[in-house]
């Protein structure tokens, strides 16, 4: 479990979510969910679905990861984000990691995904990481540092990327880079 405050690249720092971050986490989900504003539906209908899928979420993860840690993000004093990772004894799994729209396309998702692959590394754990089919931006990004699609965890929606760490990158040997993948299951 992590307690207090954590460093992470670009200044920010990461803190288990509280009771106070509630509305805060909400609102960032309703603001990020252009996808769905695209529909063609009266807009009534496309916010009660939101709204639906909103609470979707807060129940299915801790259902389906009961073990996840969830963290808000700040840079400067400011929340800007969420984390929610599940680490398990196999594996780490990056559950969620989204950012208010000021904070959008500004490498911080990056540097973190390379944060979470050395955190993997040193704990000697594959990295699994849910990649919308529709964000190329992120697909390359994954595949340049040698994540692979599973297939089975995979649906129309969604590519499952698992990143497994070779022995130089566990023992410190090497840092993380792009690179070709390295096979492996989970």
């Known amino acids: 479990m992590i307690e207090g405050t954590v460093n992470l690249p670009h200044g920010i720092t990461a803190r288990p979510a509280g009771k106070a971050d509630k509305d805060f986490l909400a609102k960032m989900y309703r603001d990020n969910r252009d996808d769905l ?25 801790g259902a389906q990861f009961p073990n996840a840690i969830y ?14 990772l599940d ?3 196999v594996e780490m799994r990056l559950v969620d990691l989204d950012f208010i ?4 396309g500004k490498g911080f998702g990056s540097s973190i995904l390379l ?15 849910p990649n919308r089919r529709d964000d190329f931006a992120m697909g390359k990004f994954l595949k340049k540092y040698g994540f692979v699609e599973d297939q089975s965890m995979s649906d129309e929606v969604f590519a499952r990327m698992s990143w497994f760490p070779t022995a130089d990158e566990m023992h410190g040997l090497k840092d993380i880079a792009p690179r070709s993948a390295v096979q492996g299951t989970v």
């Open 115 to 129: 944060w979470l692959m050395k955190a993997a590394a040193t704990t000697k754990k594959p990295l699994l990481v």
């Open 101 to 104: 729209k000021k904070a959008q």
């Open 71 to 84: 963290l808000v993000l700040e840079k400067n004093g400011s929340r800007i984000g969420r984390l929610t």
């Open 37 to 61: 504003r695209m529909a063609n539906a009266e807009k009534d209908y496309i916010e009660t679905v939101i709204e639906m899928q909103l609470e979707a979420q807060q129940g299915g993860y």
């Open 87 to 89: 680490v398990q004894p």
